[in-house]
C-alpha cells in the first residue's frame, strides 16, 4: 500500500494480503473496505517477503508447532 503524506486522512492500519502471480507477473492484493486493491510487484520483493515471513516470530511458531 502507498502511503500519501498530503493526505492528512491518512490512517495506518495492518490489512491481509494476497500475493499472486499472474502469467510472468507477480501482483499483490488487498481488501479495505469494499474495495479492492491491486498492484504489481517485482520478484525481488516476493523475495524480501518470504524472508521476512520465515524470520517472523509467527510463522516460527507455526512452522515449530507442525
Request: net charge negative.
Amino acid at each position: 500500500m502507498n502511503r500519501n503524506s498530503n493526505n492528512s486522512n491518512a490512517q495506518e492500519m495492518d490489512v491481509e494480503v494476497l500475493y499472486q502471480r499472474l502469467g510472468d507477473r507477480w501482483f499483490a492484493f488487498s481488501i479495505i473496505g469494499d474495495e479492492v486493491f491491486m498492484a504489481p510487484i517485482s520478484e525481488d520483493q516476493i523475495d524480501s517477503i518470504r524472508k521476512e515471513e520465515m524470520n517472523s516470530p509467527r510463522n516460527f511458531d507455526h512452522h515449530e508447532a507442525a
